[in-house]
């Protein structure tokens, strides 16, 4: 079955600093993927869409220049969390979309930011 | 605004037992497609189960099934002869001719032994 890595699964970072995270996909190509948050119990939230060659869309209410998405080919997406802060600690979730498919999304296994 | 509400926050049920957690949702698009993912403490995200709008015909994937009413905007998932493995977070999700995936804000279910 399709397969999405995410790297790290676990970091901890300095207040001020940045922090990159990778999404993958292994064995098949995604034109789009998505970066989700999710705090302690809740749900997952959108924050943005990346299309491979293109700019990212971010949704209402997400810092474009906070999160910095780049979608550099059809099997790896990244986001960097610039300046972290605290807040920004949670748990980060990147999906991918089969190229072949009609609707399918592969989810990753999540990457858990702490900013101290 | 595309909406998906997850009623029950929590629910727990006896190993064995048949369980329906309720999901309804809001959209004014016609083609969509719906889902159902399980969320285990590893907080993988797992497909159980999907329906596409288009059809009338409810989805069943073995212990898993849907009762898919369109005109009532209701998508609810039952599971039958539950499992100790069946214990995660449940979300309702829709998603739109974008492809964006809208989540529910989930059911806790617990299987007891």
């Known amino acids: 079955g399709a397969v999405v890595s995410q790297h790290p699964s676990r970091v901890i970072c300095k207040s001020g600093t940045s922090v990159k995270i990778e999404c993958r996909s292994l064995d098949f190509q995604a034109t789009t993927m998505f970066w989700y948050r999710q705090f302690p119990k809740q749900s997952l939230m959108l924050m943005a869409t990346s299309n491979e060659g293109s700019k990212a869309t971010y949704e209402q209410g997400v810092e474009k220049d906070k999160f910095l998405i780049n979608h550099a080919s059809l099997t790896l997406s990244t986001l960097t969390v610039t300046s972290a802060h605290p807040e920004d600690s949670s748990f980060y979730i990147c999906s991918a979309r089969d190229k072949r498919g009609p609707y399918e999304q592969y989810f990753g296994p999540g990457t858990r930011l702490t900013v101290t | 605004a595309q909406t998906v509400t997850q009623s029950q926050p929590e629910m727990s049920v006896q190993e064995a037992e048949t369980v329906t957690l309720s999901c309804t949702y809001d959209?004014?698009?016609?083609?969509?497609?719906l889902f159902w993912y399980k969320q285990p403490p590893s907080r993988q995200m797992i497909l159980v189960i999907r329906q596409e709008a288009y059809k009338q015909q409810n989805a069943t994937e073995n212990r898993f099934s849907v009762n898919f009413q369109k005109a009532a905007k209701s998508f609810s998932l039952k599971i039958s002869d539950s499992q100790l493995g069946d214990t995660a977070m449940y979300f309702c999700a829709f998603m739109n001719r974008d492809d964006k995936i809208i989540f529910g804000k989930g059911t806790r279910l617990h299987i007891l032994p």
């Open positions: 959209t004014s698009e016609s083609n969509y497609y």
